[in-house]
């Protein structure tokens, strides 16, 4: 069996500041190229590059997941995956209407660029996407979990956006069963610090927004998971980080 090599939190063209080379079979080929079996597709508050990045994994043999990067109202930056397509297309029109739709300034932030599987522009998000919603965490992670999704914080290590930095420490709720690193060497100093660590899954992701963000040592994922077909993979991965494996 291939170790689960992994990057769950990359951006593409659509996120602001993502470079528009990031485009979904660009990623697909970096991560094939990379020896990663599992991607995660997640732009800031929104999951409409998700279908033409689920082609584009398929055609070279990678394991997709939709996802999102949600900023809460409380400016805290969350990692959200779920076990579908379907799902994450349905969250990301929820989310939709908890947004600020603030005009984008594309010399500023970026083109904003919706894509098919060909990698062909079919739109552009004409409302700036990082601004925070109005839902604030416990609410967001409830409306992941519904849809049978997983959310945890992302680059808990981070000052900007980070949720330790934000609130001081991991809440209890909502409970959480994963946190997101971006540097390896700070997991120990800060399970030690904020114990509360020492009970989570954690994980490592680049949270790259260009090609060479993406790393070319993939960490493997932490729980071992079995099997090689697409949907098991990916829903076993989601009830690891909903703490229903260990």
Known sequence: MKPLTYDLHIHSC???????????????????????????????????NCPAFFEACRSVGVVPIAGMELTTAEDIHMVCLFPSL???M?????????????????DIFGDQIIMNAADEEIGREEYLLIPATDLDID???????SRGGAAY????DKQSNGIIAILGDLPPIPQFFAAEFHDQTKIEEYKQKYP?????????????????????????FPVEIEGEDEKMVRFSIIAALRGEIR
């Not at 659509?14 to 079979?25: A, E, F, I, K, V």
């Not at 914080?153 to 808990?156: F, G, K, R, T, W």
């Not at 660590?197 to 949270?207: A, G, R, W």
């Open 153 to 156: 914080p992302a680059h808990v």
């Open 14 to 48: 659509l996120s602001p500041c993502g470079d528009n080379d990031m485009t979904p079979n660009n990623i697909a080929g970096m991560g094939m190229l990379g020896g990663y079996r599992v991607l995660a597709l997640t732009d800031h508050n929104t999951c409409k």
């Open 196 to 220: 509360i660590l020492q009970c989570l899954i954690t994980v490592v992701d680049s949270d790259a927004h260009r090609l060479e963000g993406m790393g070319l040592e993939p960490p493997e």
């Open 139 to 145: 609410t967001a992670a409830r409306e992941v979990y």
């Open 90 to 106: 349905e969250f990301d029109e929820f989310v939709d209407g908890h947004r600020m739709k603030i005009p984008n300034r594309p």
């Open 86 to 88: 379907e799902a994450a």
